[in-house]
């Protein structure tokens, strides 16, 4: 859902650890899921889609799962860089509309 | 290739002062584009989104509103800003349901 007023957690990992950031999502009807990455002062950054007919993809040291049961969605992040360190957003494509929502962000930050 | 530019880059406003913050997406037709606003150290927040010319569907009524007067030319305006209107205003374009691809943004503080 609209992620207004919400502050943002952070998740602290070791740089070369897996990170695995988590999104609740709130629209059973939604169909289309998207992972950014937002860096300070910039818009946010593509990382990787799933649709609702799928329940895991992968890509480039990342990977996205969906669980439309409990309508959770998650990013992992393999062997986490410094670069990594982010703010990292998961959206949602309602299925009725074009609409696009964002849902509460996670803070990243990527110890040396 | 698609490029999407904001403008300005910042901007320092009075209160009770007009708005208008271009977005403009080149090497596309008949884009869907979006205005979020983001309060520092918040999410992003959908205020409008427009899925042809003249078509725009509010999603916070406040004293914002947004134009689409071409297709590929999106603009949120306001008559009298308020100090709550201060924040990151973000301009993304999409085709379909697809990923949507974002502008650098426009950083404006309400004085």
């Known amino acids: 859902g609209e992620s207004v007023g919400l502050h943002l957690p952070t998740l602290s990992v070791q740089e070369g650890d897996n990170s695995i950031i988590n999104c609740a999502y709130s629209?059973?009807?939604?169909?289309?899921f998207i992972w950014y990455k937002q860096e300070s002062g910039k818009g946010p950054q593509f990382i990787i889609d799933i649709r609702s007919n799928m329940d895991k993809r992968q890509g480039q040291r990342v990977t996205v799962l969906l669980n439309k049961t409990v309508k959770h969605l998650s990013l992992q992040i393999a062997a986490t860089q410094p670069g990594d360190s982010a703010v990292y957003f998961c959206a949602e494509n309602t299925g009725s509309s074009y609409k696009l929502i964002f849902g509460s962000g996670t803070r990243l930050l990527v110890r040396p | 290739s698609q490029t999407i530019h904001q403008w300005p880059a910042t901007l320092v406003q009075p209160v009770g002062s007009p708005l208008s913050l271009e977005c403009t997406v080149e090497?596309?037709?008949?884009?869907?584009l979006y205005w979020y606003r983001q309060a520092a150290g918040r999410g992003l927040q959908l205020l409008f989104y427009s899925v042809g010319i003249g078509q725009i569907s509010s999603e916070v009524p406040q004293n914002l509103s947004a134009s689409r007067p071409q297709d590929r030319q999106f603009i949120l305006s306001s008559k009298k800003l308020l100090l709550s209107d201060s924040g990151f205003y973000l301009c993304?374009?999409?085709?379909?349901?697809?990923?949507?691809?974002f502008g650098q943004g426009t950083r404006l503080t309400v004085v």
């Open positions: 993304a374009w999409r085709w379909d349901v697809t990923e949507a691809f």
């Open positions: 090497g596309t037709s008949n884009p869907n």
């Open positions: 629209n059973s009807a939604s169909d289309y």
